[in-house]
């Protein structure tokens, strides 16, 4: 799996751009307002990267933190938002946005995000809000240490098919044995028992 990719703008298209990481060019689909920030970058840039592999296609998709790509991941959990939906969903209105109308369960503001009708809404919430609330309370709360082999093993687990009920409660049930721990193989074998 691909995490992020580091290097150069090459190029900018319509929805994505050229990176050029050690002379080989990746093409990266951007949510649209995340992609008109780089069109001034000129040094360096990091893409976290959501690897979406078809029978017919590999197709890569862009975010500028671990935490919009985890979301993106989440989102296109939901049965009827598949990888492009996702990305108009985040290209029109900003993840906490979005979070902020699942949590108060607002389908008006849902349904002005553009391919969600009021069916879908009421599925994003119903999918997502518990999803989303254990994820910020996670994290607000300071309930895990913050280490991105954490946040890899979550990631893994969850694309592995375990509810993120089950994920939080092995992570901190392994927190003192993950402490050392610096490869996420291990760290999943090690949370995996505590499920």
Do not use: W
Not at 8 to 31: K, M, R, W
């Amino acid at each position: 799996m691909i995490y992020f990719i580091d290097g150069l703008i090459d190029s900018c298209l319509e929805d994505s751009v050229i990176i050029n990481a050690n002379s080989i060019g990746y093409q990266v689909f951007l949510p649209t307002n995340f992609l008109s920030k780089l069109l001034s970058e000129i040094n360096s840039v990091r893409l976290y990267i959501y690897h979406h592999v078809r029978e017919d296609a590999q197709v890569l998709y862009g975010f500028s933190t671990p935490d919009e790509r985890k979301f993106y991941t989440v989102l296109t959990s939901v049965s009827g938002v598949g990888p492009k939906l996702g990305m108009k969903i985040m290209s029109h209105m900003a993840s906490d946005v979005i979070t902020k109308a699942i949590l108060e369960e607002n389908i008006m503001n849902l349904t002005q995000l553009p391919g969600v009708g009021k069916k879908l809404a009421e599925r994003l919430i119903l999918d997502l809000k518990d999803k989303i609330s254990i994820f910020n309370v996670s994290t607000s709360n300071n309930v895990l240490p913050k280490h991105s082999l954490y946040d890899d093993v979550r990631l893994a687990l969850a694309t592995l098919g375990y509810k993120p009920k089950e994920i939080s409660a092995a992570l901190k049930k392994s927190e003192k044995m993950l402490q050392p721990i610096t490869k996420i193989e291990e760290g999943i074998k090690i949370v995996l028992k505590n499920i």
